[in-house]
């Protein structure tokens, strides 16, 4: 019975689709007037060179610390100068100021731009 | 006109330190002070330069808080040794941790002395360190550690990844080896006694502490190719 049902099937099981596919709008077609900001995410790990260069001084000397110090100083310096200005850069940031000519802007500073000038229609 | 502007500056300020809310509801924790009250100046120096730049009048009608119990303009009171106190006690027992330190203290000072007058010419004398304070501020400078090993997870493995220590936290960490040696002994021998070994040790860059120090930066050296997994 199986065969005979299939064979007297006058239509193919999936239609295929006409032509000019007729088009469905899912979302509107137009652009958020904000950014989310989870492309602010990325993390770039700081002072890797001077991290490098003071672990090869101490295999060097023994992992002594005073044949080393500059090494030492120059990793710390490195180290507190990234954390100072990663927190003046997430002050900046959270207050959404905006520097006139700045090129990379974050997405709270995106933000105030795009509610400072919105898109009318 | 000047006072009316001084006034004006002040109640400024005093704006700028009470948020609308607090006046209603304490955001401040268990704390028994509002969050507008500010920190005393209880050290002479920090007093005579605040003094000296003229900065106090701002601060003069801001309510201020109480200072604790510990906090003196006694010469004798030292931050770090402060500190270090509280690291040593247990249980609360303030007062025996404090004896603790002080009598550690009294021992470094016995055995540079005995160290000193077994010295036969000058010169090796004029080497030995005698004063205890600046033996324990050596001892905890030398114990920081600069690196250490955080457990980060990539692809679910663990791996031990170098980090970069904050000056805080490197000290923390130099004071609690310091202390953890310093139990590490005999029941024969007292605390103090070996806690004031240790801190000779320490400040002659030998011993414990400084071989934990630097078994801990040899394990960073070996992990030191999973660096670039570290968050910041």
């Known amino acids: ?121 | 006109m000047a006072t009316i502007k001084t006034l004006f500056n002040k109640c400024q300020i005093l704006k700028s330190k009470t948020p609308l809310l607090s006046t209603f509801i304490q955001q401040n924790g268990m704390s028994q002070y509002p969050t507008y009250y500010i920190n005393p100046i209880y050290k002479k120096d920090a007093l005579e330069a605040l003094i000296k730049s003229g900065e106090d009048q701002n601060l003069k009608h801001i309510p201020t808080r109480a200072a604790l119990n510990n906090q003196t303009c006694s010469t004798a009171h030292d931050d770090l040794v402060n500190l270090f106190v509280n690291y040593v006690m247990k249980d609360g027992l303030k007062p025996l941790a404090r004896d603790l330190v002080a009598q550690s203290f009294e021992s470094v000072k016995r055995l540079q002395l005995e160290k000193y007058h077994k010295c036969q010419s000058e010169e090796e004398k004029a080497k030995i360190e005698l004063n205890p304070k600046t033996i324990f501020y050596t001892a905890i400078n030398n114990c920081k550690p600069i690196l250490h090993l955080t457990p980060i997870k990539r692809g679910g493995v663990r791996y031990q990844v170098p980090v970069p220590l904050t000056d805080k936290k490197s000290e923390f960490l130099s004071m609690k080896w310091l202390i953890a040696a310093a139990k590490e002994k005999d029941s024969t021998v007292r605390f103090h006694l070996q806690l004031a070994r240790e801190l000779i040790d320490a400040a002659n860059n030998t011993g414990r502490v400084i071989k934990r120090k630097q078994d801990l930066h040899r394990q960073c050296e070996a992990n030191r190719a999973y660096a670039h997994y570290r968050w910041s």
Request: proline share 7%.
């Open chain 1, 1 to 121: 019975m199986r065969y005979t049902a299939a064979l007297f099937k006058s239509k193919v099981a999936r239609p295929i689709p006409q032509e000019p596919v007729p088009f469905q709008e899912i979302l509107p077609l137009k652009l958020k007037p904000a950014v989310s900001g989870k492309g602010d995410r990325t993390s770039e790990v700081c002072c890797l060179q001077e991290m490098s260069v003071m672990l090869a001084c101490f295999k060097k000397n023994e992992f002594s610390q005073q044949l080393c110090s500059k090494e030492i100083d120059s990793f710390q310096k490195c180290y507190t100068g990234h954390l100072a200005t990663k927190k003046v850069k997430k002050d900046k940031e959270a207050k959404g100021v905006l520097t006139p000519g700045e090129k990379q802007l974050s997405s709270k500073q995106v933000n105030t731009l795009l509610k400072k000038f919105p898109n009318f229609k």
